[in-house]
């Protein structure tokens, strides 16, 4: 069983990007019920990206919302140009010039939806 909430690889997908890409996401939890910080609600997003060629970009982003990560990109590319995973449903990459969030929502994988919902209930 893995520790990741959500976990997938995704093939090359041209011209929008010739690489693979492994993406995962899980909660930030305190080792101790005793740490000052188990208030703290945090999400970490894991990306791994392999080129068709070169060396794999590896990066991990924290947020203590989730939306800042879905939005975030996940890899830069040389020519000035991010990636983007923009529909974990119906697995829609995009990519645009800068590296700022993407513009619009992007609704997490249900995985993470339902995550979500479990953490509405016991706030």
């Not at 890409?21 to 999400?43: F, G, K, Q, T």
């Not at 449903?89 to 513009?103: H, I, L």
């Amino acid at each position: 069983m893995s520790r990741w909430l959500y976990e997938r690889d995704f093939g090359p997908a041209p011209p929008i990007h010739p690489g693979k890409v492994y993406v995962a996401y899980e909660l930030l939890e305190p080792l101790d019920s005793a740490e000052p910080l188990r208030i703290v609600r945090a999400w970490v997003r894991l990306v791994i990206y392999d080129p068709p060629t070169g060396s794999r970009c590896t990066h991990v982003n924290v947020a203590s919302r989730l939306n800042d990560l879905l939005q975030a990109n996940l890899q830069s590319f040389d020519d000035g140009t991010s990636l983007y995973l923009v529909d974990y449903a119906d697995v829609r990459f995009e990519r645009q010039k800068g590296s700022d969030p993407w513009p619009d929502p992007v609704s997490p994988p249900v995985e993470l939806a339902r995550v979500i919902d479990a953490m509405r209930t016991t706030i």
